[in-house]
């Protein structure tokens, strides 16, 4: 029975030590990330692995890295959100070994979505879409189409001239996007299979935090 409690009291400890280090890793990714993006108001970062120390040393592997800007500024268009989701991060195993550093390889796969209000694409384009578009539970409706060319987003409406504004951080935008109109806005999304660059070194530095 002592054994057995002893076994137990370990295996708790291992596993809080993981969570730690996880955790500890989350929050340093969280504050490279918002420095390399220091117009979003707030930043948000998530790290799904276990075991993540013993995936991370073993194979370099993170089973997913998640990250959400908040409120990103610019001079003409504000963006609700940016979210980026990351699967199969690979870290380089030598440069976290040898070096102590984390050293991205590669992702699997990722996916990204920008959403935009109807209020800040009023901003943006100086006039009341809620009146324009007759914004309502069906979403824009006066819409014809919207549409990101050019690191533009474009909206065409019934019976009026197109209007286009830059995206802010198109950095972060990878791939070239799907527009969406919704009851709130429109929302941009579209998959990749590297880390925008901007965000590169961000990664690198927080992957290998955990102390």
């Known amino acids: 029975m002592r054994k057995l409690l002893v076994a137990a009291l370990i295996a708790v400890l291992l596993v809080a030590a993981d969570q730690g280090a996880r955790v500890f890793a989350q929050s340093e990714l969280r504050k ?3 420095a390399a993006v220091p117009e979003a108001a707030a930043v948000h970062a ?8 013993g995936q991370l040393v073993v194979s370099g592997r993170v089973t997913e890295v998640a990250l959400r800007f908040d409120g990103i500024r610019s001079s ?3 963006l609700h959100e940016v979210a980026l989701d990351l699967r ?3 870290i380089d195993r030598h440069a976290l070994i040898a070096e102590q550093r984390g050293q991205l390889n590669r992702i699997s796969r990722g996916t990204v979505t920008v959403d935009i209000t109807a209020a800040a694409l009023a901003a943006a384009f100086g006039v009341d879409l809620r009146v324009v578009m007759r914004l309502g539970p ?3 409706a006066g819409l014809a189409s919207a549409a990101a060319e050019g690191g533009r987003l474009v909206l065409r409406f019934a019976g009026l001239p197109a209007a286009s504004v830059v995206i802010p951080r198109g950095d972060l ?3 070239q996007p799907l527009v969406a109109v919704t009851s709130a806005g429109v929302r941009l999304s ?6 925008p660059p901007r965000l590169i070194g961000a990664v690198n530095r927080a992957g290998a935090t955990a102390p």
């Open 32 to 34: 490279r990330a918002g």
């Open 190 to 195: 579209c998959t990749f299979t590297h880390i």
């Open 173 to 175: 935008v990878p791939c």
């Open 88 to 90: 199969g991060v690979v």
């Open 46 to 53: 998530k790290v799904s692995s276990f075991p993540f120390v």
């Open 138 to 140: 069906s979403g824009l």
């Open 76 to 78: 003409r268009l504000q």
